[in-house]
């Protein structure tokens, strides 16, 4: 059985998950061939991405007389295919926010995949995100080529179901996978009780990297680390509100924030507005090992999310023992045990945020290597990246074998 992978930015900083469950299902027998819309060469800075980048074919890559080849191809063999599944991304992009003009795109881009996956003899497709991905995997497949799958991580799919035509996504797909118990209630919500067997949790992962790290000491430095995308629904702002509360009461300690995006002009306003340059530094994107420095040399992880699916980077963070702060939202409690491997607050409440940091900075450090240890057994027992491959390796099987 041959399978391809889609994701419209593959190989991504933020997406090491996917390329460790691509290794898990390789591991299990799966050849897996790497398909993405677009490429983010430029912005890789982890050896394993730049090996993975080389790895992968990029549909826009094509350029516009090869895509226009593709889809006259397609219209001369399946004609009737073509028509039926260009009314498909009429219906889909009339009711969608990015309009039927893109929509025509995808169908275009939708024909290049179609012809890749004709030539590699790929047997099914597995996207990553319910978005444009999935929109592209969807028109193939109506164009007649193989059936799809995807995962969903949120919350971009919950904040616009209809926008993303989620409900027929799910209902033309083979399988869809949520990385949590909530998003799999969410997915419920958008399709028919019928389609709810359909709906299966494989969880994102660490791989060993993480998980057979020797246990490095929490060091007595008070210090915090925030690992992820510069953005609105990452909560830095109130994060960086939090810490001048922190500052102002006294309290010694270093806040790192390891990422970058649209939000960091507007957050290095705010630290040297609120004079914090002494307390906060921004490291930019970072390598798979330089995240793993930054938060084996922070007392804890603390990631106050406005909305989530459920990080990777606290699986990161347990998995080397640091206790996570974050809040009550989403997938996030099926993982972080509140007082038992980090806290949990309510989302949006500087208030609760400078309790559970003010706590953390005042936890001897002996209490929060018992709190890590806690998190390192629930990573284990849940996010092992090669056991929820392994997992989604059986669901491929058991959907696609003909």
């Known amino acids: 059985m041959k399978i391809a992978y889609l994701v419209n930015q593959y190989p991504k900083t933020s997406h090491s998950f996917i390329r460790r469950e691509i290794v898990g299902l390789e591991a299990c027998g799966i050849p897996v061939t790497r398909f993405s819309i677009r490429s983010l060469q430029s912005e890789l800075v982890d050896e394993a991405d730049q090996q993975e980048f080389e790895k992968t074919r990029y549909i826009l890559g094509e350029g516009a007389i090869r895509l226009l080849t593709a889809l006259l191809h397609v219209a001369l063999t399946r004609p009737l295919r073509v028509l039926q599944t260009a009314w498909l991304a009429l219906t889909v992009g009339w009711k969608s926010d990015r309009g039927v003009l893109l929509h025509l795109v995808y169908l275009v881009e939708a024909c ?26 969807m028109l193939c497949q109506g164009l007649g080529g193989p059936a799809y799958s995807f995962t969903v991580h949120g919350p971009e799919e919950f904040d616009k179901p209809d926008a993303i035509a989620l409900t027929q996504k799910i209902q033309r797909a083979a399988f869809v996978v949520a990385v949590s118990s909530f998003g799999k209630s969410q997915l419920s919500r958008w399709c028919g009780y019928k389609q709810w067997s359909k709906i299966h ?202």
Request: hydrophobic share 45%; glycine share 6%.
């Open 112 to 137: 290049v995949l179609l012809h890749w996956c004709l030539e590699a003899s790929i047997d099914h497709i597995h996207v990553h995100f319910g978005t444009n991905s999935a929109t592209v995997a």
């Open 201 to 402: 949790i494989v969880r994102c992962g660490v791989d060993e990297l993480f998980l057979a790290q020797t246990g490095v000491p929490i060091p007595k430095q008070p210090r915090f680390v925030c690992v992820g995308r510069l953005s609105e629904q990452k909560g830095h702002l109130l994060l960086i509100e939090a810490a001048s509360q922190l500052a102002a009461e006294g309290l010694q300690f270093k806040l790192v924030l390891v990422g970058d995006g649209p939000l960091r002009s507007q957050i290095e306003t705010l630290i040297t507005h609120l004079n914090l340059e002494n307390h906060i530094e921004i490291t930019g994107w970072a390598s798979n090992e330089e995240v793993k420095r930054q938060m084996l040399a922070a007392q804890a992880m603390v990631m106050p999310s406005f909305a989530e699916g459920l990080p990777v980077v606290i699986m990161e963070a347990l998995a080397l023992a640091r206790p996570v702060i974050s809040t009550y939202i989403a997938g996030i409690p099926e993982l972080v045990e509140s007082d038992k491997c980090g806290w949990l607050v309510p989302s949006g409440s500087v208030e609760e945020l400078v309790a559970a940091m003010r706590t953390a900075l005042q936890t001897p450090v002996e209490t929060l290597e018992q709190m890590g240890k806690a998190g390192v057994e629930r990573v284990a027992r849940y996010h092992n990246a090669t056991q929820e491959a392994s997992q989604l390796a059986t669901l491929i099987e058991s959907y696609c074998r003909p």
